[in-house]
């Protein structure tokens, strides 16, 4: 009887050492789908650019909704800034899971390896994230393999256990070397990708979540668009460039106000929250104090365009 050819599903960040992930299992003849995730705080740019590069198959999931409930109630806490890693990522490996079983995936694989990152790569994190996510003996780390427990995946043969590795630390010498050996075509520089470990960006998200119980699609989207003053409960956003003014155009909701000088150049002004004249006094204070033709002062005498 004809074996079934082994499929695996590996988290794919487009990064090197998922696409070595990738390359290891497939030079066992094993069929590979890298899957990557889509949120509020991250695209798939990087990881469809570097699969059509590889000739990976791949598919994107967005998991938007469910992530921000995430980062707004980490379990394990946040790390240098609004980033929940082991949760977001156990919450990524429960999802895989979900997509083997449904689809008869033999396994799920990631490129992790051991010790690279304190917070989210030490083996009792690794250990922790592959017994909640209900992978035991199904999740599998190619490069650091040899290191921890064999999987049942390499007791039943599924994988060659002899053909994985052993790396750990965060030197990147032997993943360079792997890159000649496998004929690696690209892959990115090392960037992070993921605005929650940015600083600045988490100092923005923390704000937000204080003053909005349930933020909307569109005003985490905001986060990323000029910049942000907030008087009470209400945002006024200011555009920084045309980029941030068309960005504040798309973004606006029927409740929202916009405003931008109109004899003058100057930034767009988007309003959200409550409105009182109040409110919308401070906003053309400060849409004039950032056109280089006007000064704060002088919005009384100032004409805007307010829609």
């Known amino acids: 009887m004809k074996k079934n050819k082994v499929r695996a599903l590996v988290l794919f960040s487009g990064g090197l050492d998922s696409t070595l992930a990738v390359k290891v299992l497939e030079k066992q003849n094993i069929e590979v789908t890298g899957l990557a995730f889509v949120s509020y705080f991250f695209d798939d740019v990087k990881a469809r650019i570097s699969a059509e ?21 980490p379990k394990r806490g946040y790390g240098s800034a609004m980033n929940p890693c082991i949760d977001c990522h156990l919450l990524m490996i429960r999802e895989a899971g979900k997509i083997m079983r449904e689809e008869n995936f033999d ?20 250990q922790l994230i592959e017994k909640e996510a209900g992978l035991s003996g199904r999740l599998l780390r190619p490069l650091s393999a040899k290191l921890l427990d064999e999987t049942e995946v390499e007791k039943n043969g599924s994988v060659d256990r002899e053909q994985l590795f052993d790396l750990s630390g965060r030197s990147r010498k032997r993943q360079f070397e792997l890159v000649k050996e496998l004929g690696i075509n690209y892959y990115p520089t090392p960037s992070g990708g993921c605005l929650l470990t940015e600083i600045e960006f988490g100092k923005k998200l923390k704000t937000l979540l204080e003053k909005i119980k349930d933020p909307t699609a569109s005003d985490y989207e905001l986060l990323k668009v000029g910049r942000i003053f907030w008087s009470g409960d209400v945002r006024i956003i200011v555009g920084r460039n045309s980029d941030d003014n068309e960005g ?3 973004l606006k909701e029927k409740d929202d106000k916009m405003l931008e000088l109109k004899d003058f150049m100057g930034p767009i002004v988007l309003v959200r929250g409550k409105i009182t004249d109040e409110i919308m006094d401070e906003a053309k204070k400060i849409a004039a104090s950032y056109s280089r033709h006007t000064k704060e002062a002088d919005y009384k005498n100032l004409e805007f365009i307010v829609n």
């Open 107 to 126: 396994f799920v694989a990631t490129g992790e390896v051991l010790g690279q990152r304190p917070m989210s790569q030490n083996l009792h994190a690794l």
């Open 248 to 250: 504040l155009k798309r």
């Open 53 to 73: 590069k590889n000739n990976i198959t791949m598919r994107s999931v967005n998991f938007s909704q469910v992530h921000a409930d995430v980062v707004k109630n």
